[in-house]
């Protein structure tokens, strides 16, 4: 059962070692809760590659590469300890689209 702060995200890496630095690169997020960013489900396949106006006598391989689903949450840090986290990073356009959202009263601070 996926909650409310649950995320799903599913799709292809070239290879393992590049879904392990995926994996980490979103467990670093302050956005998601790191303890909760797993990978569910990993497993080498063909690429989803659909060709067009193929000559008939030319036989195409394709490489193989890794399908994945990674569960993860939203983290329960206040936004303004997030914009904090932005601001320092240099992400002043998302500071300030936040802000403005929150100031509209659709985000709460």
Known sequence: MQTDSEVTIAGYALNYDDLNDFLLTLQSSPLLDAEKTVIKTASLQDFPIETENTP??????????????????????????????????????LVNRIRTLENKGVLKP
Do not use: C, H, M
């Open 56 to 93: 008939e006598n030319l036989e195409i391989e394709f490489p193989q590469g890794v399908k994945y689903t990674i569960t993860t949450a939203i983290s329960d840090r206040p936004s303004s300890e997030l914009l904090q986290d932005f601001a320092r990073s240099g992400a002043a356009g």
